[in-house]
C-alpha cells in the first residue's frame, strides 16, 4: 500500500454513512446521495446518475412488478484515487479490492463503493454506478435473490439505457462479450445452464470458469437479456418466477437458487433443457450482429 493510500483517514462519519449528502433532480431531489473524496462531483454526473436511476427503477418495477418506497434512496461513495478506495475497502469491510473490481454493493451499510477508474477507462464509472445501484434496488425490493440473476440484472439493467448504449467503449464491450460467449458455445464451454443457475458464490464461479469471474458475469447478463428481448412472454415469464411462492419460500429457507430452478423447468415450455437450447440460439445470433457491426466499424474507419 502506497503513503498516499496510508494518508486515507476514514472518519467516524465515513463509519456511520452520516456523511452522504443529498443531490438535485430536476425540481426536487434525486434518489442518488454522494460522499466523494478527492473527486470532483460535477452537477452533469449527478444528474446523469439521478436520471439513470430514475430509469432503472421504472424499469425494475415493470419487470419484477415491486415498488421501492418513498423514502428510498442509493448512496455511493466515489474515491478520485485507487488507492484510497483500496484502503476503505480494506479497513471497513476486510476487502482487499484490484482494479478489476469496479465497484461493489455492501448491503449490510446500503452503500455502493467505486472509485473515478483509470484515465483510459473513465467511461466505466457511470455503467459501474448504474450497475451497482440495480443491487441497491433489488435489495430494497427483495432482499436476497438467486446469485446469478442479481448479477446478470444489474450487469443487463445497468447498461440498459439508450443514452449508455452511445458510448463507443461500452458497446464495443459488449459486441465482445457476445463474441467470446459464442465462441465458448463453438468449443462446447458454456456451462450446463442447470449448474450454472444453482451457483451461489463467486467461489463457484472461479471453479467453473477456470478463476475467470468475470465469464460468470457475461453469462448471467446473457440469459437475462434473454429474458429480456426474444419476447414480452419471456419477460413476464421470468417476473412471474421471481414471485413465484415457491421461490419465495426458497428465500426464506436457504433453498432459493433450487426453488428457482424448480420453477423454470416446470413453467417454462420444455423446461430447461429447451431453455439452454433457445439460449445457445440466441447467443449465436447476437454474435453474428456484434460481428457484422464491428466490421462495418473497422470499413468506416479506414475510410
Not at 5 to 10: D, Q
Not at 51 to 64: C, E, M, N, T
Not at 97 to 117: A, D, H, R, Y
Not at 251 to 279: C, H, P, S, T, Y
Amino acid at each position: 500500500m502506497t503513503s498516499d493510500a496510508a494518508a486515507l483517514e476514514i472518519t467516524t462519519a465515513m463509519r456511520q454513512g452520516r456523511d452522504f449528502r443529498a443531490s438535485k433532480f430536476g425540481n426536487g431531489v434525486g434518489y442518488a446521495e454522494f460522499a466523494v473524496h478527492d473527486y470532483k462531483l460535477t452537477p452533469a454526473m449527478a444528474y446523469t446518475v439521478n436520471y439513470g436511476l430514475a430509469g432503472l427503477i421504472k424499469a425494475h418495477q415493470q419487470v419484477f412488478k415491486r415498488k421501492v418506497g418513498r423514502n428510498f434512496r442509493v448512496r455511493f461513495r466515489i474515491f478520485g484515487k485507487f488507492e484510497d478506495y483500496a484502503e476503505y475497502s480494506k479497513v471497513r469491510y476486510g476487502k482487499t479490492v484490484e482494479k478489476n473490481l469496479l465497484g461493489f454493493f455492501s448491503g449490510s451499510t446500503k452503500e455502493i463503493v467505486s472509485w473515478k477508474q483509470d484515465p483510459r477507462l473513465t467511461w466505466r464509472l457511470v455503467p459501474t454506478l448504474l450497475h451497482e445501484g440495480c443491487h441497491s434496488i433489488m435489495d430494497e425490493m427483495f432482499g436476497t435473490l438467486p446469485f446469478w440473476m442479481v448479477e446478470g440484472s444489474a450487469d443487463w439493467l445497468g447498461e440498459a439505457p439508450a443514452w449508455l448504449q452511445k458510448a463507443d467503449g461500452l458497446r464495443r464491450d459488449q459486441h465482445n462479450r457476445w463474441i467470446r460467449l459464442n465462441d465458448m458455445r463453438k468449443k462446447d464451454r458454456l456451462p450446463d445452464l442447470r449448474v450454472y443457475l444453482l451457483s451461489n458464490s463467486y467461489k463457484q464461479w472461479n471453479k467453473m470458469f477456470d478463476d475467470n469471474t468475470g465469464m460468470g458475469y457475461d453469462i448471467g447478463w446473457s440469459i437475462f437479456d434473454f429474458f429480456m428481448t426474444t419476447h414480452p412472454q419471456s419477460t413476464a415469464f421470468l417476473g412471474a418466477v421471481v414471485n413465484d411462492p415457491a421461490v419465495l419460500r426458497g428465500r426464506r429457507n436457504g433453498k432459493m437458487e433450487a426453488a428457482f430452478v424448480q420453477a423454470i423447468d416446470k413453467n417454462w415450455q420444455g423446461g430447461i433443457n429447451l431453455l439452454e437450447k433457445g439460449w445457445h440460439t440466441w447467443i449465436q445470433r447476437k454474435s453474428t450482429a456484434a460481428e457484422q457491426t464491428l466490421r462495418q466499424e473497422r470499413a468506416k474507419q479506414r475510410r
